[in-house]
């Protein structure tokens, strides 16, 4: 195994990682920011309040999105499980 293998090896996971993670990472930050500007405009300084609706926004999200995160690991893993015999040679 030399080092370029081992270079894309790590971008590869790294892409996949930043795949899997977007669609959640990206509707909390949305509804984080939409709760701030509520409290912010309603003064209402709750610390809790944000937990529920990015907990349902998250539900739903994964509800969406779920199946195709599962396929794309899935499938990367069969990826990788495939190249374990070249790593070797």
């Known amino acids: 195994m030399d080092t370029a293998m081992v270079v894309d090896l790590g971008r590869q996971a790294l892409w996949m990682t930043m795949l ?6 990206i509707v909390g930050l949305v509804i984080g920011l939409l709760v701030g500007i509520f409290q912010a405009a ?9 937990f529920i609706p990015k907990l349902l926004g998250l539900g739903l999200t994964l509800s969406i999105f779920g199946g195709w995160m599962i396929n794309s ?12 015999p070249a790593l070797f040679m």
Do not use: A, C, H, K
């Open 20 to 25: 899997i993670s977007g669609p959640l990472l």
């Open 42 to 50: 309603t003064s209402i300084n709750e610390q809790t309040l944000s």
């Open 73 to 84: 690991l899935v499938d990367y893993t069969r990826i990788i499980f495939g190249r374990i």
